[in-house]
């Protein structure tokens, strides 16, 4: 009897088995079939307000801008994401800021990757690169920009700019120019 009962365990044990994977290769089957979607976890909050912190990941597909008057804030682009331009610049703050790229931002032609008014702080680690005549990094007066990470910008492009009154502090570039992107 006890043979018997272990094998009705055994066999009971098995077909639950057999329905649970055939369950589960029917859902992976099913997700297979449907069209791949990027994400789209843009930077949050935006709009943002004066003091919040801006968390940019995942694909962003028309960057992030502060609204007038809106400062102190602290923007950051993690690791695997993408800010790509609005039509002026990827990235774009006001005053007394900290903007730290550890990913990637991506402007088009004569647009700006990151685009700061005074007294902010720029890090960059990860990558910018903006197309011909583009600016990597444009700032306003009394900044602070550290560059560990790669600028490559089209042609006729600047890496790192400031307005004629600007005094940007601590520069380490790895900063290229390709012609015609």
Do not use: W
Request: proline letters at 4%; hydrophobic letters at 40%.
């Amino acid at each position: 009897m006890t043979r018997r009962s272990t094998l009705r365990r055994t066999d009971k044990f098995a077909l639950a088995l057999l329905r649970s994977a055939s369950t589960v290769g029917i859902v992976a089957g099913i997700g297979a079939l449907l069209p791949a979607m990027p994400a789209y976890a843009d930077c949050q909050p935006d709009p943002a307000v004066s003091g919040q912190t801006v968390i940019c990941q995942g694909n962003d597909p028309n960057g992030f801008a502060a609204n007038p008057g809106v400062d102190a804030l602290t923007v950051r682009v993690r690791p695997n994401a993408t800010v790509h331009d609005n039509g002026t610049a990827a990235i774009s703050v006001n005053d007394d800021n900290v903007v730290r790229n550890r990913g990637t931002i991506a402007a088009h032609a004569t647009t700006t990757g990151i685009l700061a008014g005074n007294n902010n702080l720029i890090v960059n680690i990860g990558e910018i690169k903006t197309g011909a005549i583009g600016t990597g990094i444009f700032v306003g007066d009394n900044n602070v920009v550290r560059n560990r990470g790669d600028i490559t910008v089209g042609g006729g492009g600047t890496a790192i700019l400031g307005d004629t009154a600007a005094r940007i502090f601590h520069v380490e570039c790895d900063c290229s120019a390709a012609a015609g992107t």
